[in-house]
């Protein structure tokens, strides 16, 4: 007679379940503790310590000694490598065979000189099985190595994860021994516990809830852990349950596993290449025991590692590539921030990786893959569409600190129009992990509701590795069609991305920056990385101009395409997320400032070498090329290098992506078409410096108290010098022993425009406000990670005149804000002749100076400004003949904590929205906090400009090396250097060297030439040497008829079969529709348009027309445009 159904208490049923398969409570009765029955320990255990991450080959060979289960072994980075010998005993035939091993760090197996599998306690993978089933005449005794990198799977932070590594770390060894696994156990788990979780997610108000429980229980009742024959009915409940399938309309969840590596952040480069080996292999094992499991691979430069340390892996992935299995994704060659980098090295992180995935694994991604950085550029989708991309899968928008992002699948429109299909997992997480949580969060969360059924789920440990494991895949196999869930399917991007364009009618759409709110402080942290980082773009991007110009000029000129690549490929890994932001720890910091080097040095061998080419049988003496790497025309001062290693000033013209020789000498040169620079003192021991189209007023702390836009109707001859001079204070003629200057009380800082008329000008400032105002010692305490975040307190409103204040608001910080402390002193005056900086240690410091000729090319003032106890700053401020901004070359020695560094330029000027260099354009952010969205861009990122403009009148603010900016009301803030303290203790600590301008205009910033003065700031002319005759006249490659089009890029064409074709790429700068003329000089004998990647346009053939070019372009378009030089002469 069968028992009487009993009452059911649901928490008392919850935790009985529970309690049958705790790994911690009753293991000795309960289902958990049957998971591995008999067990023998290793038959001997041996070990070597290494610093070195050796190839298996040259380790195998060394010293091993004997050790055992609870050694300890390190410290942090090092390598321990154990030879693990086994015998099998002989009752076990029939059973499956596992090698449990559980140490601190990260493992990885090594069997018959192959790496088969890898071994973390972290990433859930303690065991390797040996065997599914041991035969009668399988081996029973064995050797493997099991190679333990000292750190973990988020490297070895001391304290925290994002903490400095501790290098005195050690780790153990605390189990090796052989085990039977029961699989028909871990199944039964599996059940367990999906049931659980759908009797606890769907919760008690759901029937699907109860029956889940009351299964669960009913299995408990059935199943006997110690009577395995048991097991199968308790199997058969289970079967029951999951079989009951869903209706029609259930959402899908498109299952794919992943395993997002970090290139480098908490560990080393050379340890990422182990871990993608240890990922990797582990993902293989498991395509190879599950055909239906897929898995999505990103960064193709992980891949290369991979191809070039374990050769044997790559193959393995090149095959289940063609299976389906392994599927690459991303497009790129690393997963890199979507913020800093240059569009020309966006478009280079597809090239590279886009030609990488064709050649290796013979196609090309159709989806871009970024889920983990701090921010997606408005251009990304044109970059996309011109790489063949047109779907786009990220996540990172989840974690905005304020505001939640309003979709998860939706159409993205970049700033020139294009259009991509965005998706962002509903789960927002690329590292789930299989649970019925994960699964209905998916479907409760997803914000597109009745616009798309379908929603990826990436699975897997992720960001330092493991990947997958079985566990997750059993989880997912067992919930694909349960009614109550949602429909749970192994599958590819490419099968997600095809449902959900199959039914993409009703999908919104989001136009312009996908802005991450959170993370802003890494558009400053690690300055000098930053530095390198536009450096090295400015480096390689000359380089290629030259190579190019002289590969058309020369028939003995051979393009250093292979050296070009191997440099191109290392700025780009710098560019990944976590490297240029900055927010790595030191070892990785130190790898990419080598890097930054390497680059520098090959770059400047190659340029010279391009130049010599250039030069190649001109007329002329020896000496140096003048060279102008920009498309428009420039006349510049230039400090031209002497003989001993002085430098002569020298007003230069060079047209337009061509060389000029040198001037003659300076006594030689007719008179300058511009007005010379004034330097005058004010009685008040104030500062003008003055080239007749801006004047600059400085106080003496070196604060910026006016700035006028100067009228026309000046004087503008050398001729009429003294009558301009009737009307202006007397210039310096000399100056005594530097004196100290009294400390003054900062007031608020900045610039703001008064519309006067004739010869005043337009004047930019206010009454009582200065500009070039550093703010010191701003406390920098965020919310989030150090080197990631920045609170909104960092920037609080400018205090009250003459004195320090106090100042507490927002996400509950409080704040001491203190303008520059210590004392000031006004260091050098120079008119006409290069500074050289002396460090000074009191008040008479220095030494006797005297002022240059009257109206000279160039005036400077250099100021030293005490920071803190700690740090100082010194600053060159300089204005040269004929140039419409003045610089503040600044040279900054800091060691402070948990302080930001900023400048800020008060300006009067009216705008609700300020303007932002970003890739190939420009976009306007809001100037005020109307709403929590603006709110949440108190600090966002710029590249080389940023504007504030009413009508008739602007301000600029340029720079050569900084990202992070702000523009609050009328108040123009540039970032200069941050002090956090993890992961990297020693971030931004030391000396720094940039340069920040300041351009005010007429009209529109498009007109008055601010976009053409921030390229001239970060395109220095180059004064190359010309160990040939350099040649005698001038001479340009290319010009454009249009200032709205810019001539970005000039290179050879990946796969020309001549290796005589060229790339130009071009864009429209300006926001507008326009057509554009190219001026040619070079032989060309076809032309034809192509995209990104180089691929023609079969209707892209473009007539010539007189050496000339028309293109037309929309509103930012970028066009890429394929020459074909002709054959050169016999």
């Known amino acids: 007679m069968a028992a009487a159904p009993a009452l059911k208490h649901w928490r008392t049923t919850l935790e009985r379940v529970e309690k049958f398969m705790s790994p911690v409570y009753f293991t000795d009765c309960n289902l958990r503790g049957r998971l591995f029955g008999a067990s023998c320990p290793v038959a001997a255990l041996s070990s070597f310590l290494t610093p070195d991450r050796l190839p298996y080959e040259e380790a195998v060979q060394r010293d091993f000694r004997p050790a055992q289960v609870g050694c300890s072994f390190g410290p942090t980075w090092w390598t321990c490598w154990f030879r693990v010998e086994l015998t099998i005993p002989e009752a076990w035939v029939g059973q499956e065979v596992h090698l449990c091993w559980e140490s601190d760090g990260e493992g990885l197996v090594w069997r018959d000189g192959e790496p088969v599998q890898g071994l973390t306690k972290e990433g859930e993978k303690t065991s390797y099985v040996l065997t599914d089933r041991l035969g009668e005449r399988d081996p029973r005794s064995l050797t493997l190595y099991v190679e ?173 590539a063609c299976r389906g299995q392994f599927v690459p994704v991303g497009g790129t060659w690393v997963e890199m921030d979507g913020n800093l980098p240059s569009g020309e090295a966006m478009v280079r992180q597809f090239l590279q990786g886009q030609n990488f995935f064709l050649q290796e694994f013979g196609k090309m991604c159709s989806e871009f893959w970024l889920p983990d950085t701090f921010g997606y550029s408005a251009q990304l989708p044109q970059i996309m569409h011109g790489c063949g991309i047109r779907r786009f899968l990220t996540q990172k928008l989840s974690w905005n600190l304020v505001n939640s992002f309003p979709h998860h699948t939706f159409f993205w429109e970049g700033l020139d129009g294009s259009r991509v299909l965005v998706h962002f997992p509903p789960g927002d997480s690329y590292v789930m992990q299989g649970s019925v949580e994960e699964v209905l969060k998916t479907v409760a969360n997803n914000r597109d509701k009745g616009r798309a059924n379908h929603s990826a789920f990436l699975f897997g440990f992720g960001d330092g590795g493991g990947g997958p494991t079985q566990t997750m895949l059993d989880r997912l196999k067992r919930l694909s069609n ?52 536009r450096e090295c773009e400015r480096i390689l991007h000359d380089v290629e101009l030259l190579s190019s110009l002289a590969l058309a000029r020369s028939t003995q000129f051979l393009y250093p395409a292979a050296q070009l690549q191997h440099l191109w490929r290392l700025l780009l890994l710098n560019q990944f997320h976590d490297v240029v932001t900055g927010s790595c720890i030191q070892m990785v910091a130190e790898e990419a400032m080598c890097h930054y080097e390497d680059i520098r040095s090959h770059g400047n061998t190659l340029l010279s070498a391009a130049a010599a080419a250039l030069c190649a049988g001109e007329p002329g003496p020896e000496g140096l090329l003048i060279v102008n790497t920009l498309p428009w025309k420039r006349t510049e001062v230039m400090a031209l290098p002497k003989p001993g290693g002085a430098h002569s000033l020298a007003l230069v013209t060079v047209p337009s992506m061509g060389y000029a020789p040198v001037p003659p000498p300076t006594s030689l040169q007719p008179l300058l078409p511009q007005q010379p620079v004034f330097v005058v003192q ?69 610039l703001e425009p008064t519309h006067g008329a004739g010869q005043a000008g337009q004047r930019a400032h206010a009454e009582g406000a200065v500009g070039n105002a550093v703010c010191g010692l701003v406390d920098d305490v965020p919310c989030t990670g150090m080197a990631w975040g920045t609170s909104w307190t960092a920037r609080p409103p400018p205090p009250p005149r003459r004195q320090p204040w106090r100042h507490g608001m927002g996400l509950g910080r409080h704040v001491d804000w203190w303008r520059l402390a210590g004392s000031s002193r006004l260091l050098w005056l120079s008119m006409s002749n290069p500074v050289h900086r002396q460090a000074c240690a009191g008040p008479r410091a220095g030494t006797p100076w005297a002022v240059g000729t009257e109206g000279g090319l160039r005036g400077s003032a250099w100021f030293l400004l005490q920071i803190s106890p700690n740090s100082r700053l010194s600053q060159e401020v300089v204005l040269d003949v004929g140039c419409p901004y003045v610089r503040f070359h600044t040279e900054v020695h800091w060691h402070e904590a948990h302080k930001f560094l900023k400048v800020e330029f008060p300006a009067r000027v009216r705008s609700s929205q300020a303007t932002y260099e970003i890739q190939f354009g420009h976009l306007q952010r809001p100037t005020h906090y109307n709403t929590s969205w603006d709110w949440a861009r108190f600090e966002v990122w710029a590249h080389r400009w940023m504007d504030l403009s009413e009508h008739g009148f602007g301000l600029a603010l340029l720079n050569d090396c900084k990202y992070g900016a702000s523009v609050r009301g009328s108040i123009l803030s540039l970032s200069l250097l941050r002090a956090p303290k993890a992961p990297d203790f020693t971030a931004d600590m030391g000396r720094h060297e940039f340069t920040y301008a300041l351009m005010p205009h007429k009209g529109s910033f498009q007109d008055a030439g601010v976009i053409q003065a921030a390229y001239s700031l970060n395109f220095p002319l180059l004064a190359l040497p010309a160990p040939s005759p350099a040649p005698a006249t001038s001479w340009s490659a290319f010009s454009l008829s249009s200032p ?26 300006h926001g507008s529709h326009v057509d554009c003329w190219l001026h040619l000089s070079l032989p060309v004998q076809d032309a034809i348009l192509c995209d990104l990647l180089e691929r023609p346009d079969p209707a892209g053939h473009l007539p010539l027309r007189d050496s000339r070019l028309k293109l037309t372009f929309s509103p930012f378009q970028v066009l890429s445009l394929l020459l074909v030089l002709q054959p050169p002469p016999h």
Not at 284 to 291: C, K, S, V
């Open 148 to 320: 333990v990198a000292c750190n973990g799977l988020l490297g070895a932070g001391k304290g925290s994860i994002i903490a400095a590594p501790d290098p005195e770390k050690m780790f153990q060894l605390s189990r090796a021994e052989l085990a039977v696994f029961h699989r028909d156990v871990h199944m039964l788990l599996v059940d367990l516990e999906l049931l659980l979780g759908i009797a606890k997610g769907l919760g008690k108000d759901n029937q699907r809830s109860f029956q889940a429980l009351y299964t669960a229980n009913q299995m408990v009742n059935v199943c006997d852990p110690a009577q395995p024959e048991t097991f199968p009915v308790a199997q058969a409940l289970a079967s029951r349950f999951f079989g009951q399938r869903g209706g029609e309309s259930q959402h899908t969840i498109h299952a794919t596993g992943h395993c997002h590596i970090d290139t480098a952040w908490l560990w080393p480069f050379k340890e990422t290449m182990r871990k993608c080996a240890r990922s990797w292999v582990t993902a293989l094992q498991l395509m190879e025991r599950n055909p239906e499991f897929i898995f999505a691979c990103s960064q193709a430069q992980q891949l290369e590692w991979v191809k070039s340390r374990y050769p044997g892996l790559h193959s393995r992935l090149q095959e289940f």
């Open 482 to 533: 349960t009614d109550g869930l949602p429909r749970v399917q192994l599958s590819s991007p490419r099968q997600l991305f095809s449902a959900l364009e199959s039914d993409s009618g009703q999908l919104c759409t989001w136009v312009g920056e996908l802005f991450l709110e959170l993370h802003n402080g890494t558009y400053t942290t690690h300055a000098q990385i930053k530095k390198g980082n």
């Open 682 to 750: 004010e009685t008040d021991g104030s500062v003008t410096l003055d080239n007749g189209i801006i004047r600059v007023k400085l106080d003496p702390t070196g604060r910026l108290t006016s700035l006028v836009l100067v009228a026309s109707g000046r004087c503008q001859l050398l001729a009429a010098l003294s009558q301009c001079l009737a009307s202006r204070p007397q210039p310096v003629s000399s100056l005594p022993w530097l004196q100290h200057c009294p400390q003054q009380p900062t007031s608020g800082c900045g």
């Open 1044 to 1069: 709205a089009v810019v001539l970005e890029t000039v290179k050879q064409a990946e796969s020309s079969p001549q290796r005589r074709s060229l790339v130009l790429r071009l864009y429209e700068a």
